[in-house]
Nanobody
Framework: QVQLVESGGGLVQAGASLRLSCAAS????????MGWYRQAPGKQRNLVARITKGGSTNYADSENGRFTISRDNAKNTVYLQMNSLKPEDTAVYYCNTVPVSLSWGQGTQVTVSS
């Protein structure tokens, strides 16, 4: 089974940008939709962005315009560019298929200070 490794998180101030990466151990070319999810402390894990094999994207309302998801099938990697970060974006970010079909990776922590 394809394994996922997320990276790129960190501690930043409000208004900063981060670029997250999700490297898959196998090919994601055949996977139709990949997504980024996040889980804030004490809350459920939610989908924040998705991208189809053809490049069509969709975002949760609160992230629309600030986040950009992309994928490089040749590198088996999915990215999430996050701009104008807010303290409420603080969470552990994960990638997976949409709907979820792979084991979760360890995620990458994003902490935004005010």
């Amino acid at each position: 089974q394809v394994q996922l490794v997320e990276s790129g998180g960190g501690l930043v101030q409000a208004g900063a940008s981060l670029r997250l990466s999700c490297a898959a151990s196998g090919s994601i070319f055949s996977i139709n939709t990949m997504g980024w999810y996040r889980q804030a402390p004490g809350k459920q894990r939610n989908l924040v962005a998705r991208i189809t094999k053809g490049g069509s994207t969709n975002y949760a309302d609160s992230e629309n315009g600030r986040f950009t998801i992309s994928r490089d099938n040749a590198k088996n990697t999915v990215y999430l560019q996050m701009n104008s970060l807010k303290p409420e974006d603080t969470a552990v970010y994960y990638c997976n298929t949409v709907p979820v079909s792979l084991s979760w990776g360890q995620g990458t922590q994003v902490t935004v200070s005010s």
